[in-house]
C-alpha cells in the first residue's frame, strides 16, 4: 500500500516541503510540510527508531478514510535514513489538549457535546472495522479548521511494551495511557477489547466537560483505578446545562468496573448533542474569536516586547556616550 496519489513511498521525501517540527509524543516527532504536487500541508508523524518494528495496517488506511471523524491517513513516509512514518492531514487547531489549554476550562456546552459525540461515532466507525482505539484522550483527539473532531493515533496497539513504555511523561502503561486505562487492563494477561475503548471515553468525557486532567497529582493511579476510583463528577452535576446528569450517567455507566456492564453510547451521544445543535454555529465561532484575539493578543506582546528590545538597544550606547560627556 502506498500513499494515495504519491509515486512510491520511498520517492515521497522528495514530494514534501518546508519540513517544520510541530510536537513529539512517545512514538515520534510530528512534522508539518507542504505537499509540493498537492498543494496543502500535511502532518508527518516520523517515529523512533526503537519503534521501527511497528507494522502499520496499511491495508485499512483508505477504508478508515470513509468516516469523517477518524484522521485521514495519505500514506506512509520513509526517510532518507530509513526513517518510517505516517503522512496524514495536518490539523491546524491542534487537539481536544490545545483547546483546553487555551481555553484554560471547558469548552462551549455544545461544542463540548459536539466534540463527545464526534468522538463516540469516530469510535463506533473503528469498532466496527474491528479497531480498538486503546488511547483515547484530550491529545489523540485532533481538530480541523472548524473544531470538528479528527480521531488521531488508533492502531498503535501493536507497538511493543518496551516502546510504550518510553514514554515522556511516564504516564504511559502496558497499553494506552494510565488515566484513560481501564481496570482489567493492568493485568499482564489482558487481551484489548471495545471495552477498553468504552472505558477511556468516559475519561475523555469528564475531561472534556470539566476541562480538567483527571487525578492530577497522583502518583498512585494503578492502584486507585484498580481500586475503583473515579474522577469526581460533584461539580459536573452542579452545573446548570440541559443534559448533564444524563451525560454523568453515561460516564458513570461506562467507566464500570465490569467491562460486560459498559453500554453502548452512541445513542445518547446523539441524543445529547442534538439538545444543543442549534447553539453549535454560535459555540464554534466564540472559540474561534477568542483564539484569533489570543493570537493578535500574543502579536501585540510580542511586537512590543521586540521594539522595547530595539529602543533599548538604541539608546544604552546614546546613554553611555552622555554619561562620559557630562563626567568630563
Ligand atoms: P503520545 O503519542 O505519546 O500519547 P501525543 O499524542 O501528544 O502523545 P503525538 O501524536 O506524536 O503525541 O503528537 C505530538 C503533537 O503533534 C501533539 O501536540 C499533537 O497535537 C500534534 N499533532 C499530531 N498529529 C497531528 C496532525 N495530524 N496535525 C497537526 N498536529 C498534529
Same mark, same amino acid.
Given at each position: ?133 486503546? +488511547?483515547?484522550? =484530550? ?6 479548521? %472548524? !473544531?470538528?473532531? @479528527?480521531?488521531? $493515533? ?105 467491562? +460486560?456492564?459498559? =453500554? ?6 446523539? %441524543? !445529547?448533542?442534538? @439538545?444543543?445543535? $442549534? ?50
Amino acid at each position: 500500500q502506498t500513499c494515495g496519489g504519491c509515486p512510491s513511498p520511498n520517492g515521497l521525501i522528495e514530494h514534501l516541503g518546508d519540513m517544520l517540527e510541530v510536537g513529539s509524543g512517545g512514538f515520534g516527532r510530528v512534522y508539518k510540510a507542504r505537499h509540493k504536487d498537492w498543494g496543502f500541508d500535511v502532518a508527518v508523524k516520523i517515529l523512533k527508531e526503537d519503534a521501527s518494528h511497528y507494522t502499520f495496517k496499511e491495508g485499512s488506511f483508505m477504508d478508515l478514510a470513509s468516516c469523517e471523524f477518524v484522521l485521514r491517513v495519505h500514506g506512509v513516509y520513509k526517510g532518507p535514513l530509513g526513517e518510517r512514518g505516517l503522512v496524514t492531514d495536518y490539523m491546524s487547531r491542534g487537539s481536544i489538549e490545545s483547546l483546553q489549554t487555551k481555553l484554560s476550562g471547558p469548552p462551549p456546552w455544545p461544542l463540548a457535546f459536539q466534540l463527545a459525540h464526534q468522538t463516540a461515532l469516530a469510535m463506533n466507525f473503528l469498532h466496527h472495522k474491528n479497531i480498538v482505539h486503546l +488511547d483515547l484522550k =484530550p491529545n489523540n483527539i485532533l481538530l480541523n479548521d %472548524e !473544531l470538528n473532531v @479528527r480521531l488521531a $493515533d488508533f492502531g498503535l496497539s501493536t507497538v511493543s511494551k518496551s516502546v510504550v513504555s518510553d514514554n515522556r511523561n511516564s504516564h504511559t502503561g502496558p497499553q494506552g495511557t494510565l488515566q484513560y486505562m481501564p481496570p482489567e487492563a493492568f493485568d499482564l494477561s489482558y487481551n484489548p477489547v471495545r471495552a477498553f475503548d468504552i472505558y477511556s471515553f468516559s475519561i475523555l468525557l469528564w475531561s472534556i466537560f470539566s476541562g480538567k486532567e483527571p487525578y492530577p497529582g497522583y502518583s498512585i493511579v494503578k492502584a486507585r483505578i484498580t481500586e475503583g476510583d473515579r474522577p469526581d463528577c460533584k461539580d459536573l452535576l452542579s452545573l446548570n446545562v440541559d443534559g448533564i446528569r444524563a451525560l454523568v450517567d453515561l460516564m458513570k455507566r461506562c467507566w464500570e468496573g465490569d467491562p +460486560d456492564k459498559r =453500554p453502548y453510547i452512541l445513542k445518547t451521544t446523539e %441524543e !445529547l448533542f442534538s @439538545r444543543h445543535s $442549534d447553539n453549535i454555529r454560535r459555540a464554534v465561532d466564540e472559540v474561534l474569536i477568542n483564539w484569533i484575539d489570543q493570537i493578535r493578543r500574543n502579536h501585540i506582546i510580542l511586537s512590543h516586547r521586540m521594539s522595547t528590545v530595539v529602543i533599548t538597544a538604541l539608546l544604552t550606547p546614546l546613554h553611555k556616550c552622555c554619561t562620559i560627556f557630562i563626567s568630563i
